[in-house]
C-alpha cells in the first residue's frame, strides 16, 4: 500500500499524547496500523517526550524505592503495551481492519442512502466528533463545503479527487474550518471512506443544505 | 508574561549534538546511556541499587510533569507510584534496542495518564498554562546529574523560534491538544498544525543521528 497523504504532525502528537476523542482516535489508530511513516513519526514523538521530560525542574517526590522492592515481585512474562506506534494491529489490507474495528462487516451496516450516488452511516459519537461511513458510486460528485471544526477522512477503498489532489486507499484527507472542498469519487470504482467531523459541515448548495437536518451531517 | 528566554545565543550549528563519524564525548549521550544501563541492571538481575537510583532520578521529574498535566498531587503521586511498581515488576519487557530508558518511562507514565483520564478524572485546568512551560528552560534549580541533558534539550529548544517552542512546551509539558491551544492562544487552527509540524520536524532532524 503506498500512502501519500497523512495527518499532520499535531494530530499525530495528539494521538501519541492520548488527547483525542474516540472517533478521532479510531480513525487514526486505522491509518497508523497501515502506515509505517506515521507510526516512525509516533516512535519520534515519544523519544521526543522523554527528553524535554528531563528539562522539567524536579519536584519532591513521595514514595520508597525499596519498599517497591520488597513489596512487590518481578515477573518474567506477560506483555505490556508501551509504544503507542507498536499499540496497533498491523496490516496492508485496510478495508479488513477497519471491520476488526466495527466488528462488522461493511455490507452489514445501517446504510443511508442521501442523494447523488452516495450512502452514509453514522457509527460513532462523542464530544462533539462524529465518526461516520461514506460509501460512493464511481463518479460521484459531492456537494462542496466547508467545515464547522475538524474533519479526518480515511480511504478505506476506492479513490477520490479533491482538487488537484488524490486520495486512495491509506491515505487521510486533513481538513478544517479553514478548507472547503469538493470531492470527487474517481470513475474506476466504489470509494468507501472513514470519517470524523465536528460540528455541522456547511454547504454552499441550497439541497444538501435541505436535507441536511435529517441526515445530520 | 515572559516566555522561557528572550534572547537566543546558542549557535545554530548544534556542537553538542552527535553524530554519525563525531569522536567528541557527548555528556548528555552519556547521562541516557547510563540511564539505560541502570533499567537493563533492573531488567536482568533484579537489582535493588539500580531500581533505586532510577527511583531518584525519575521520581522528582515525573511528578513535575504529571502535576503539570493537570493532576492533583495527591494523584500524582499515586500515578507516579503506579509507574515505578510497573518499571520494577515488568522490567523484563523493556528493549534498550528499541527505545531508551527515559523513553521507555516516559511512555509508561503517559500510558498511565491516558488511563487515568479515560477512567474520568478531570483534567484540573484552573492554572496558568505559560507558569507551568516558563521554568522549562531555567538552569538554576537543577540538581548537577541533570546538567548535561538540561543544556542539550534547551540548546534544541532554543533552536525554534518561540513561536513554535510555546506550541510545543503546551503539547508535551501541559497535554494539550492542538485544538486547545489554538482557543488558548487566539491562533487559527491552521497556523498551530503549521507550528507544530515545523517544531517537531525541526527537532527530528536535529535529533537523527544520537544515540
Known sequence: MSIVHHPSEAWLLDYALGNLSEPFEAVLRAHVGVCSTCRDTIAFAERLGGEILHTLPGVPAMGDARAICDDHEQRREGMLAVSRARDVAVTDDIEQLVQMYLDSSLDALPWRQIGRGLRLCRLAEQDGARMWMLRGTPGTVLPEHGHAGSELTLVLKGAYFCGSEIFRAGDIEDADENIEHRPVITRDGECICLAVTEGRLRFRELAPRLVQPFVGI | ?211
Open chain 2, 1 to 211: 508574561m515572559r516566555m522561557l528566554r528572550a534572547t537566543r545565543h546558542v549557535s545554530r550549528t548544534m556542537p553538542n549534538i552527535v553524530t554519525l563519524g563525531d569522536t567528541t564525548p557527548d555528556p548528555a549521550a552519556a547521562e541516557r546511556a547510563a540511564e539505560t544501563r541502570l533499567l537493563e541492571r533492573v531488567r536482568d538481575a533484579g537489582d535493588r541499587a539500580a531500581f533505586e537510583r532510577l527511583f531518584a532520578l525519575f521520581t522528582p521529574r515525573l511528578t513535575a510533569w504529571i502535576t503539570a498535566q493537570g493532576c492533583e498531587p495527591t494523584t500524582a503521586e499515586s500515578v507516579v507510584q503506579d509507574v515505578m511498581v510497573t518499571a520494577w515488576t515488568r522490567a523484563h519487557l523493556f528493549d534498550g534496542a528499541k527505545a531508551s530508558a527515559r523513553t521507555w518511562m516516559y511512555t509508561l507514565a503517559r500510558n498511565r495518564m491516558i488511563d487515568h483520564f479515560r477512567a474520568g478524572e478531570r483534567r484540573n485546568r484552573a492554572h496558568d498554562g505559560f507558569a507551568t512551560i516558563e521554568p522549562v528552560l531555567r538552569e538554576d534549580s537543577e540538581p548537577p546529574e541533570r546538567d548535561a541533558n538540561r543544556a542539550r534539550v534547551a540548546a534544541l529548544l532554543e533552536e525554534l523560534p518561540p513561536e513554535q517552542r510555546r506550541i510545543l512546551l503546551l503539547v508535551y509539558v501541559e497535554g494539550r491538544s492542538h485544538r486547545e491551544i489554538a482557543e488558548m492562544l487566539g491562533l487559527p487552527i491552521g497556523t498551530v498544525k503549521s507550528r507544530t509540524r515545523l517544531a517537531f520536524n525541526r527537532l527530528r532532524k536535529l535529533m537523527e543521528g544520537e544515540a
